[in-house]
């Protein structure tokens, strides 16, 4: 069974600040995935992962992807408040025509001012 | 907006009960993936539907069922709701599923008291 874990699970850091949030993952995969969700809302994606040294950089957040050591990282720079949010990573796995989603837990992500 | 629609938005029901969500997929769109998310859980995979057909079922007993409609709109039927059943529903729909290019709805809200 496919586990992936992300730590830390709650995050609180001020504006400003860098931080890297980490995702394992126990079985080989080549896709994964990140996303926000606010309270009550749904998962907005974030960056898609599809080989190994992939590097995603969009605004403050960059994701990288490393299948060798089944190891994501979304490294955040200089913390902004509009950044709280709880950030999931997801790991694809199946056959291609059945391919699901694994999800970590997520990181709740407080940016203090 | 990702195109990808689901209602009710909220659902209040008691254990026992019996419910229908349904998930209308973004156009063309022939694949689509159901997941529940418990609170302060990561989301888990339920089951996705292919041309109308199962395709992938996750770790969550028969009284979880799905159909998908040849318009591909689909519906997630719980029968004898279980308190634990309470949660956020999302579907999500791709092409072939693709899951690169999945988009997710805005999900639904199933309360069981």
Not at chain 1, 70 to 88: E, G, K, M, P, Q
Not at chain 2, 49 to 69: I, K, T, V
Request: aromatic share 12%; net charge negative.
């Amino acid at each position: 069974e496919l586990k992936v874990e992300q730590n830390p699970l709650f995050l609180s850091m001020q504006e400003g600040k860098n931080y890297t949030i980490y995702c394992n993952y126990s079985t080989t995969s080549d896709r994964l995935y990140w996303y926000r969700q606010d309270p009550g809302k749904s998962l907005e994606s974030l960056f898609v992962l599809l080989s190994n040294g992939a590097v995603k950089q969009e605004g403050r957040l960059m994701a990288s992807l490393d299948t060798k050591a089944r190891l994501s990282t979304l490294h955040i720079t200089a913390a902004v408040h509009d950044l709280s949010a709880t950030y999931f990573c997801a790991v694809e796995w199946g056959e291609t025509s059945g391919s699901r989603l694994t999800f970590g837990e997520g990181t709740q992500l407080t940016v203090n001012p | 907006e990702t195109g990808v629609t689901q209602s009710p938005t909220h659902l209040i029901k008691t254990r026992g009960q019996q419910v229908t969500l349904r998930c209308s997929s973004q156009s063309g769109h022939n694949t689509v993936s159901w997941y529940q998310q418990a609170l302060g859980q990561g989301p888990q995979f339920i089951f996705q539907y292919y041309r109308e057909e199962e395709n992938g079922r996750g770790n969550f007993p028969p009284r979880f069922s799905g159909l998908q409609f040849p318009n591909y709109s689909s519906e997630l039927n719980v029968n004898a709701l279980e308190l634990d059943d309470s949660a956020l529903y999302l579907c999500a729909s791709s092409l072939d599923g693709y899951l690169w290019e999945q988009y997710f709805g805005p999900g639904t809200r199933l309360t069981v008291t």
